[in-house]
C-alpha cells in the first residue's frame, strides 16, 4: 500500500445523508489535509489537521484523525449535490512535500 | 479571496518542444510547488521551492525539468525536452508554513498535452 489511501473508491449517497471517507497513510505526520478536485478542475482546500490534533470542524465538514492508527476520516454531513467530487487526503510528513492518496468519487444524487 | 493562478490553461505542444508553465503565486507566501496529475491518476510531487532555490524534488523531477522565480511574482516550471508521458496537468501551490499555517493552495492547473 502507499501513503495516503482512502476508502471507498466510489461513494453514491442520495441529497441529505451523510458522506464519510477515509484515508490510511504509512508514516509519521506533521499533519493531514483534505482537498476536493472536480472533474477535470483544480484541487481546492478544505482543512487541515495537525498530529496533535483529533477532531477539527469546518462547516459541514468533520475530520478526525487517529495518529495511532494512522488514519483519518472526513465526514460531509447533509450531503448536496454540489459536494460530487473526488476528495483526496494528503499527508505532509517531510515539512515540504505533500503526498496523495488515490482519492474518493463522491455522488450526491439529488 | 486570494488565489494562485496559473497560465495558459491549456498548452499543447509536439514531443521534443520546450514549454513553461507560469504560476502566481498567494502574494504573502514564501514556499512554492508543482505537482502533476496524469489523467486518472493521483497528485504527484514534483518539486518545492523556498528562498529562490529548490529545497525538495522527486525522482520525476529530472534534468528535463527547472523552477524560477523571475520576479517578485512569478514561478515557472521549464520542460526542456517535452515526451509524450510528460502529458499531465500541472498544479502550481503556495503556502506560508508559519505556525499555524501550513496549508498549501492550489491553483486551477495547467493542462499539458504533448502529441
Known amino acids: 500500500s502507499q501513503q495516503g489511501e482512502e476508502d471507498p473508491q466510489a461513494l453514491s449517497i442520495q441529497e441529505g445523508e451523510n458522506a464519510t471517507m477515509n484515508c490510511s497513510y504509512k508514516?509519521?505526520?506533521?499533519?493531514l489535509q483534505w482537498y476536493r478536485q472536480n472533474s477535470g478542475r483544480g484541487l481546492v482546500h478544505l482543512i487541515l489537521i495537525r498530529s496533535n490534533e483529533r477532531e477539527k470542524h469546518s462547516g459541514r465538514l468533520r475530520v478526525t484523525l487517529d495518529t495511532s492508527k494512522k488514519s483519518s476520516s472526513l465526514l460531509i454531513t447533509a450531503s448536496r449535490a454540489a459536494d460530487t467530487a473526488s476528495y483526496f487526503c494528503?499527508?505532509?510528513?517531510?515539512?515540504?512535500?505533500?503526498?496523495f492518496g488515490e482519492g474518493t468519487q463522491l455522488t450526491v444524487n439529488p | 479571496e486570494p488565489e494562485v493562478t496559473q497560465t495558459p490553461s491549456h498548452q499543447v505542444t509536439q514531443m521534443g518542444q520546450e514549454v513553461i508553465l507560469r504560476c502566481v503565486p498567494i502574494s504573502n507566501h514564501l514556499y512554492f510547488y508543482w505537482y502533476r496529475q496524469i489523467l486518472g491518476q493521483k497528485v504527484e510531487f514534483l518539486v518545492s521551492f523556498y528562498n529562490n532555490e529548490i529545497s525538495e524534488k522527486s525522482e520525476i523531477f529530472d534534468d528535463q525539468f527547472s523552477v524560477e522565480r523571475p520576479d517578485g511574482s512569478n514561478f515557472t516550471l521549464k520542460i526542456r525536452s517535452t515526451k509524450l508521458e510528460d502529458s499531465a496537468m500541472y498544479f502550481c501551490?503556495?503556502?506560508?508554513?508559519?505556525?499555524?499555517?501550513?496549508?498549501?493552495?492550489f491553483g486551477p492547473g495547467t493542462r499539458l498535452t504533448v502529441t
Open positions: 494528503a499527508t505532509d510528513s517531510s515539512g515540504s512535500r505533500l503526498t
Open positions: 508514516t509519521s505526520i506533521n499533519n
Open positions: 501551490a503556495s503556502s506560508d508554513r508559519r505556525f499555524p499555517s501550513y496549508e498549501q493552495y
